[in-house]
């Protein structure tokens, strides 16, 4: 089975350029995330859909950033403009729906877009 | 105060040994638990999910202390392939069960 797929898996881009980063969950999961890893912060989640739905974008760190997911098998995260602060590994990951069992909340993380703004 | 707390590490354990990781986390309201493992340039896997009465799969052992606020995970004889990076998570404060909170990682090189 195909697992969560990003696209690119690297990205150049120079300060002030747009970026958008590519997602396709695993089929049939309800629930979208994105997230951002570097090394001074780790790992943190951006936003998150429920069936192509924003649920709880508090993490996006600025209007610079925007995320959409026009249907259930495909969301972008956008940054317009881009700056050097920006570079760092995007996930994406899914999650089935689902009852309160331990499997309901497990997250599959795609391989994760590498972003560097110079 | 970080909302998952772990010590970074490295810890530099020879093949065999025994190995525990320790986090806490600032949300008594935390209902959900987990371990997650990542290799160097690679995404983060699910380990195993931590529950109350704490929990075993292979040589992996999970714990957690709700009254504490403490989460530990004890790797019983090292191998070479269990050098990774571990991911103490638990889920986000008020923003109900899916978002979840990863801390920093602990590094762990297991060594021949």
């Known amino acids: 089975d195909a697992g969560v797929i990003q696209s690119p898996r690297h990205e150049v881009t120079e300060m002030g350029q747009e970026v958008t980063l590519r997602c396709k969950p695993i089929?049939?999961?309800?629930?979208l995330f994105w997230y951002r890893q570097t090394m001074m912060r780790g790992l943190e989640l951006l936003i998150y859909?429920?069936?192509?739905?924003?649920?709880?974008d508090s993490g996006m760190p600025e209007d610079r950033f925007s995320a959409k997911m026009p249907n259930a098998s495909f969301s972008t995260l956008k940054i317009q403009p881009s700056e050097p602060r920006d570079s760092a590994v995007y996930f994406c990951?899914?999650?089935?729906?689902?009852?309160?069992?331990?499997?309901?909340?497990?997250?599959?993380f795609g391989p994760g877009t590498r972003l560097t703004v110079l | 105060r970080k909302e998952v707390e772990q010590d970074p590490g490295p810890f530099n354990v020879p093949e065999g040994a025994t190995v525990a990781f320790n986090c806490t986390y600032s949300?008594?309201?935390?209902?959900?638990f987990f371990w997650y493992r990542q290799d160097c340039r690679k995404e983060p896997k699910l380990l195993m999910s931590v529950y109350s009465s704490g929990n075993e799969d292979g040589r992996f052992t999970a714990q957690l202390n709700r009254a504490s606020q403490y989460i530990s995970l004890l790797i019983r004889d090292s191998k070479l392939s269990d050098s990774a990076t571990y991911l103490c998570?638990?889920?986000?404060?008020?923003?109900?069960?899916?978002?979840?909170?990863f801390g920093s990682g602990t590094r762990l090189q297991v060594q021949p």
């Open positions: 998570v638990v889920n986000k404060k008020d923003t109900g069960r899916r978002a979840l909170t």
């Open positions: 089929s049939g999961h309800d629930y």
């Open positions: 949300n008594s309201a935390s209902q959900s």
């Open positions: 859909f429920n069936n192509n739905v924003p649920i709880d």
């Open positions: 990951a899914s999650s089935p729906s689902g009852g309160r069992g331990a499997g309901t909340d497990t997250q599959y």
